[in-house]
């Protein structure tokens, strides 16, 4: 058979010594690697009970945010749409009544705001692009689901928690992260 390269090799099998032959060498060899990583650092953590701490950078899943009164940021002035690559969001901007000033904090808010997070690549875009800090990205990862439309998420799934009326949630959803970004 012609060979290709001349790098090939040509392995002799030599007939087993004595000591080979009795495998005990090379057993203990192996049992003395295991051994050893008994006190190494364990790589592996027990996951859900133990958690790995994100990085600054993490960009999870998007909340919609609210101001310390509780009324919505977002404006549907539309730039976030247009700054995704992906073309992942569409919203529906709508006027505000007088009886609404405590629901939204400018004169026009967005009616549907919507997500499509499989064709979402989480760069962070719509995040940057907000003037009104009405977008963020959260330390949170989108759930699984069976279908694709569990993924298209609707603005009462992105919406932060009322900071006046649930505060405690809305300390969880707010997270680590935003008070890492400030301190930067
Ligand atoms: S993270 Fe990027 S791809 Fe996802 S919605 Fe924002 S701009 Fe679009
Ligand atoms: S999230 Fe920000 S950029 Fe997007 S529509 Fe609302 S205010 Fe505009």
Redesign the pocket.
């Known amino acids: 058979m012609g060979l290709l390269t001349n790098r090939a090799k040509v392995l002799e099998q030599k007939p087993l010594t004595f000591m080979e032959s009795l495998y005990l060498p090379a057993i203990l060899k192996g049992m003395a690697i295991t051994f050893s990583h008994m006190f190494k650092k364990k790589p592996t953590i027990s996951y859900p009970e133990e958690q790995r701490p994100f990085s600054p950078v993490f960009?999870g899943l998007?909340v919609l945010n609210r101001d310390e009164y509780g009324r919505e940021n977002c404006t549907a002035c539309g730039l976030?749409a247009v700054?995704?690559?992906?073309e992942?969001?569409t919203m529906e901007a709508a006027e505000r009544k007088e009886s609404e000033k405590h629901l939204y904090r400018e004169e026009k808010y967005a009616a549907k705001y919507e997500?499509n997070m499989l064709?979402?690549?989480?760069?962070?875009?719509?995040?940057e692009a907000c003037p009104k800090d009405a977008i963020y990205?959260s330390e949170t990862f989108a759930p699984s689901n069976f279908t694709r439309k569990g993924f298209i998420y609707s603005k009462d799934e992105l919406l932060i928690p009322n900071p006046v009326d649930e505060k405690e949630k809305y300390e969880i959803a707010k997270g680590k992260r935003e008070v890492q970004l400030k301190n930067k």
């Open positions: 960009r998007h976030c700054a995704c690559p992906a992942a969001i997500i064709r979402c690549i989480f760069c962070g875009l719509c995040e990205m």
